[in-house]
């Protein structure tokens, strides 16, 4: 399922960031909606249905794409006004259609954010097409988009939105409906296409609670010689704006100790000897062996990495090695290809969340794992510094509650350098780069 | 009098009119490049097939219908089965065309998957018994139970395939012009033709094979046996209550020639294959 959004990022989450906060709290501030649009890739099920043949004819289609735009936010009460774009659809078949008028009839889910499903919402009436003839293997379109409207209170019904509130649209079941064609034998013929176990929204409206446009400064709660209700209420409107922060990454020195070799740091003569921990957060150590008679491996441990984005908005990120070879000082080499890295990246967790800004390694004050946005992936195993090597990738999944796709993560590797046959005794070195973008 | 005698013309041309109904079938179309050629063409050989007997199809006041169902993708199709819906009393045909052409305008062979006459009043499978995956997932039962019986005339013998394809050189014939007929290179008929001799076109016994794999592979629609041009089909035959795949059983698949593809053939246009 790929779900590619278009519009204003920064804007719509900086705007929801905006609503969500001073929703929560009852309070209400003004803002402005523009127009969401996603396009959305669903595992669609079309068929030909022609009921006067009492026949059906699956198109083959496994993926359908449409595209749903949505205000951001609406004033609560207020409809949502949703467009829905579609592509035409191959029909496949062997003879044309003459005299066909065709309308596209679009449903949609509605949910509250990843909730299920409370009601969904059709347009049965959107504008039909001229009069065409779709000739053999021809596609089917209709008028393109169609508006649909999505209430946001139901009078006597078990749905009333409130500010804050996530609206979620799903494409459900979308038709073609033949309003006329010439061959009787199509009478009453659509295109049906089903999804397939699909839950991926195509766009989200957040309510809003709107402000007053002449909020009240005063009010008398009592005249004369009384006491008790009613009293009286003021209002205050209260504006927000969060800005965007930043993408950051840091190392922290890991002191596991390699596996496979040594610590020799105190020999100096004839070659320089190596610890087999980690000296600082930008120092690898990987020890030292004896110059084998088969090669052999020692496992080391990249520096610990944390990175961390406060950007705000729904974006990604990677961070990725690359490294010289060695060299040795005595002019001997060991190719970079001779390291592999076998990388974990996860969110951080209330143990392992350090601050950026802070002197040393510390943890972030009031940190809360549950904020943190999923999907995260580290790279493969035993990827060879002979190419660049991928530690970690987060897409742009979001935290359900901040809306954004920031947070915490942190990113470790053991790193397995293969030293090969009697290799020529030397004090090697490397310089890794780290790159996150 | 003469009133009289035209309300009997009448009725007797009405009668005329209205016998296919009465009788039952819709003919097997002679086209799969028409709408209802394209959507019934198995749909509607599945009634010789298991012998069914009209007078139960609703068009003739029967309950029971036959549903068309043709794939676009021969995996779907692959996957597919034969089925039958108990709540909407229908029996659930698939079908396939093979064309000779990328554009899919030139249809050659048909693949149909057809219910068995006898299990059409066979009921549930044995408990347990897998179903197909996902969308091809069928109702579990291999026919309507006691309310199919005497949908099929002659449970105990299907008729095969070939009946279908005789069918086809039948209204293939007729349909040509006596030029198309002078032109012919191959004449089902008894009296030779300028450019064929008698009986040069035929149909043969199906080759029938049990299992899907078997069936699956690519077939001839025509094959050239001499100077004679042979119509024959593959035909896959799984009783119900036979071999303990319930999902396979009840099945009765047929490949078919089209009929465009025989007319190319009968005027030389392409060669059998």
């Known amino acids: ?437 | 009098m003469r009133r009289r005698r035209l309300a009997v013309v009448l009725a007797g041309l009405l009668g005329l009119v209205m016998l296919p109904a009465i009788s039952g079938a819709a003919p097997i179309p002679g086209t799969t490049t028409t709408t209802t050629g394209f959507f019934r063409f198995c749909a509607e050989a599945q009634i010789p097939i298991a012998n069914i007997d009209t007078s139960k199809l609703v068009e003739n006041g029967g309950v029971f219908s036959i549903s068309g169902n043709p794939l676009k993708d021969l995996n779907d199709f692959i996957f597919s089965k034969s089925a039958v819906s108990t709540s909407a009393n229908k029996i659930l045909t698939t079908q396939w065309v093979e064309y000779t052409d990328a554009g899919q305008t030139q249809p050659k062979l048909l693949r149909c998957k057809l219910r068995t006459g006898e299990s059409l009043n066979q009921g549930a499978w044995p408990p347990a018994a897998p179903n197909n995956g996902g969308r091809f997932a069928v109702e579990p039962v291999f026919g309507f139970g006691a309310a199919g019986n005497g949908l099929s005339t002659n449970p105990a013998t299907d008729q095969q395939c070939r009946v279908i394809n005789q069918n086809t050189i039948n209204s293939v014939w007729a349909s040509l012009s006596p030029g198309e007929i002078n032109s012919a290179l191959y004449n089902p008929t008894n009296a030779a033709t300028p450019n064929a001799a008698a009986n040069t076109l035929a149909t043969v016994p199906d080759t029938v094979v049990f299992d899907g794999p078997s069936w699956t592979p690519p077939v001839a629609a025509i094959t050239l046996n001499g100077a004679v041009a042979e119509l024959g089909s593959r035909a896959l035959i799984a009783p119900s209550n036979s071999s303990g795949n319930a999902r396979f059983e009840g099945a009765h698949y047929c490949t078919l020639a089209a009929p465009e593809f025989l007319k190319r053939v009968i005027l030389g246009q392409v060669a059998p294959s």
């Open chain 1, 1 to 437: 399922m790929m779900l590619t959004l278009r519009v204003g990022r920064i804007g719509r989450r900086a705007a929801a960031v905006t609503v969500a906060a001073l929703a929560a709290t009852g309070i209400v501030a003004g803002t402005h909606a523009t127009a969401e649009a996603a396009t959305i890739s669903v595992p669609f099920l079309c068929a030909f249905n022609a009921p006067v043949l009492n026949a059906s004819y699956d198109l083959g289609i496994t993926s359908y794409s449409v595209t749903m735009s949505s205000p951001l936010i609406v004033n609560a009460g207020d409809p949502i006004t949703a467009d829905y774009t579609f592509a035409p659809v191959a029909t496949g078949l062997p003879f044309s259609i003459a005299g066909a008028q065709v309308r596209a009839e679009p449903t949609v889910n509605i949910r509250t954010q990843s909730g299920p499903v409370l009601f969904n919402v059709t347009n049965t009436s959107a504008a039909v097409g001229a009069t065409t003839t779709i000739g053999p293997n021809g596609a089917v379109t209709a008028p393109s988009p169609v508006s649909l409207t999505v209430p946001t209170v139901i009078p006597a019904g078990p749905v009333t939105f409130v500010p804050g509130e996530k609206i979620e649209m799903v494409p459900a079941q979308f038709k073609y409906v033949f309003v006329a064609v010439s061959d009787p034998n199509l009478a009453g013929a659509d295109i049906t296409c089903t999804p397939q176990s699909s839950t991926t929204f195509a766009t989200r409206t957040t309510i809003f609670g709107p402000p007053p446009l002449t909020p009240i400064d005063r009010c008398i709660a009592q005249t004369g010689d009384v006491t008790g209700p009613p009293g009286c209420k003021t209002e205050q409107v209260i504006n927000l704006s969060v800005t965007q922060g930043r993408l950051t990454q840091r190392a922290y020195t890991n002191i596991t100790p390699t596996v496979g070799s040594t610590d020799e740091s105190a020999i100096t003569t004839p070659v320089g000897g190596t610890s087999n921990v980690n000296s600082n957060a930008t120092t690898i150590n990987m020890g030292s062996i004896t110059s084998p008679f088969s090669p052999t491996t020692i496992i080391g441990n990249l520096n610990d990495i944390t990175v961390s984005d406060t950007r705000g908005g729904t974006f990604g990120w990677s961070l990725t090695a690359s490294m010289t070879g060695f060299t040795g000082a005595a002019s001997n080499t060991l190719p970079n290809s001779a390291l592999t890295a076998t990388p974990i990246c996860s969110a951080a967790t209330g143990s392992d969340a350090w601050d950026y800004d802070a002197a040393g390694q510390s943890l972030i004050p009031g940190f809360d794992p549950s904020l943190v946005a999923p999907g995260q992936a580290a790279g493969a195993a035993a990827q060879s510094f002979g190419g660049t090597v991928s530690l970690c990738t987060k897409n742009t999944d979001e935290n359900l509650t901040s809306g954004s796709s920031g947070g915490v993560y942190t990113v470790k590797s053991t790193l397995s350098l293969t030293i090969p046959s009697f290799q020529a005794a030397d004090r090697y070195t490397a310089v890794m780069t780290i790159t996150l973008a």
